[in-house]
Every structure is written in structure tokens, then in C-alpha cells.
């Protein structure tokens, strides 16, 4: 009698159901902790992620970005620096045979295969002579990764019985580095009949580096286009 009633209480497709919604139900229960933890509040995600509303105002297409902004590897590279100075008086020299003005160098390395290079040298310096004339100077050469650049009179003599004072001078060299490790040193390059003092001084070097020029493939067509150098 009671599973007769039973049977009539309850149907066999309700059972069915029921039984289904108690499995889902349990297995909701086991995996809502790792559930919650991959949702986002949306309080959440406005810090994190932005709405297509304002995705169309913050951000650039390609084409409009192309025209704002130029391409990493098409952007000119920033110049390479070097500098050093020194106080400490150098001389006074009398001789005839080159000598370096110590600490008076710079080192640096360029990262292209070319390099306009500009290097400036000044100092307070004087140059006397017995018997000045006005052949008689005193000369300096840069040399660049130990070749020199040439002498060149950095002061001109003056008698010594007029007891000088120093005046600024200035040497200034252009050349083109290669790509690597660079040295840039200042000799005294000695003269005869005069004697040189250098008070204090300063070394610049201002490398700029050469855009890459692309590599013509030979026998590129129109739409061959031209193969870059790496």
C-alpha cells in the first residue's frame, strides 16, 4: 500500500529530475570555491580591463598610429657621449718628442656600423718662447684608437719675458667611428724653442650614428622591394 502511494505522489520522470538537480546542486558546492576565485568583481575588473566604450578612444589603429609615431627601427638612435676635464696644471714642458696630457681621454663604444663623430678639446693654456716668432706654436694632436689625427698648433708663442696668462684654446676634430670599443686621448705633440703650460682642460665627444642604409638586391623588380642590411 505505502509504495503504491508513493509511486502515485511521486512520478518516475519527477524522480528523474529530481534526482538530476540533486547532483548538480552537490556538484555546484565542490566547485564554486575554484569558480569564485576566476571571477571578477566589477569593481575589479574596471582597474584592470577597459570597456569597448572607451577601447575606441584609447587606443589607435594601425594606420593612425603610423601617422603619429615612427617605427622603433626606423627611429633615429641616440649619440653616443663621452666627456672628461681635468684641473691639475700640466707642464710646464719643454720638449720635442709627443707625450699624453694625463687623464685626458675618453672612452665609449658605438652600436652602428657608422658613426659622425665630433670630438672638442679646450684648455687654458700658454706657450712662450726666448725668442718668439711667428713660426713658433705649441701643438696638440687628438688620436683616435691610438692613430693620430695630425698636429695642430693649439697656442701660439709669446715672449716669455711678457709673463703671459693663460687664454682658452680650442681643438675640434670630425671623423667617422665604426662600429665597437673607442678611445679618444690628447698628446702633447712638442715643438722647439718654446714651453707649454696647460692650466686645465676638457674633452667632449659626440658620436651621432648613421641610419642603416637598406641593401639593393640586384635584379629587384617594382614589387621586389630591397632587402635591409643587417
Not at 691639475?88 to 672612452?107: C, E, I, K, L, R
Not at 713660426?135 to 719675458?161: E, H, M, R, W
Request: charged residues 15%.
Amino acid at each position: 500500500m505505502e509504495v503504491q502511494l508513493l509511486k502515485r505522489r511521486l512520478s518516475t520522470p519527477r524522480a528523474a529530475t529530481v534526482v538530476v538537480l540533486s547532483a548538480a546542486v552537490a556538484a555546484s558546492v565542490t566547485v564554486v570555491p575554484s569558480v569564485a576565485q576566476s571571477l571578477l568583481t566589477s569593481k575589479k575588473a574596471a582597474k584592470v580591463y577597459v570597456t569597448n566604450k572607451k577601447a575606441s578612444r584609447l587606443f589607435l589603429k594601425k594606420k593612425a598610429a603610423t601617422n603619429l609615431y615612427v617605427a622603433k627601427r626606423t627611429a633615429p638612435k641616440p649619440p653616443v657621449l663621452g666627456i672628461a676635464a681635468g684641473t691639475a696644471p700640466f707642464g710646464p714642458v719643454s720638449t720635442t718628442t709627443a707625450g699624453y696630457v694625463p687623464t685626458a681621454f675618453s672612452s665609449f663604444a658605438t652600436h652602428v656600423e657608422a658613426s659622425s663623430t665630433v670630438i672638442t678639446f679646450s684648455g687654458n693654456a700658454t706657450c712662450v718662447s726666448e725668442k718668439a716668432s711667428s713660426a713658433d706654436a705649441c701643438p696638440i694632436q687628438i688620436l683616435v684608437d691610438g692613430q693620430s689625427t695630425g698636429k695642430v698648433n693649439f697656442a701660439p708663442a709669446t715672449l716669455a719675458s711678457e709673463s703671459p696668462v693663460p687664454i682658452v684654446r680650442t681643438a675640434m676634430q670630425t671623423t667617422v667611428l665604426g662600429k665597437g670599443g673607442h678611445v679618444v686621448a690628447i698628446q702633447y705633440a712638442g715643438a722647439k724653442n718654446v714651453t707649454f703650460t696647460l692650466k686645465s682642460w676638457n674633452l667632449a665627444v659626440e658620436s651621432y650614428p648613421q641610419p642603416e642604409e637598406p641593401l639593393q638586391v640586384e635584379g629587384a623588380g617594382k614589387g621586389g622591394g630591397s632587402k635591409k642590411s643587417s
